[in-house]
């Protein structure tokens, strides 16, 4: 991962952008993952579609249904209990695990900074 910094005028760093390498074996199958999530973070709730290919579709309501099956601009990346998660307009990385006890369930971080994530498979 890389980083650019840039002085502020008031003297302080600002990060102008973040940049992350994923190469093509870190990208794995990991099926548990595949399917609608919803999101919850410090109150606020998204819904995200993790699809078979890699891609993910994030959205702020609820999908009329789980039989919907987008294919978004995103990405995700997982490795076993492991996933994730690249907004790349927005810049934002959060890293999921399951929970070992139930596996429709899963809690996060924000790579970038952020209050804990929880997620629920829909």
């Known amino acids: 991962m890389a980083r650019r910094l840039r002085r502020d005028t008031a003297g302080g760093d600002r990060q102008l952008y973040s940049l992350f390498h994923i190469g093509i074996d870190d990208v794995q199958a990991s099926p548990g993952w595949i399917g609608w999530w919803q999101?919850?973070?410090?109150?606020s709730v998204k819904f995200i579609y993790v699809a078979a290919?890699?891609?993910l579709t994030t959205r702020t309501t609820r999908p009329p249904s789980?039989?919907?099956k987008p294919s978004g601009q995103d990405y995700w990346f997982a490795e076993g209990d492991k996933m994730l998660t690249c907004i790349r307009l927005r810049?934002?990385?959060d890293e999921f695990t399951l929970d070992p006890q139930d596996p429709t369930s899963a809690t996060g971080v924000r790579v970038n900074g952020g209050p804990p994530l929880t997620a629920k498979k829909l």
Not at 39 to 43: E, R
């Open 91 to 93: 810049g934002i990385v």
């Open 66 to 68: 789980t039989a919907a």
């Open 53 to 55: 290919g890699g891609h």
């Open 39 to 43: 999101i919850s973070q410090a109150g």
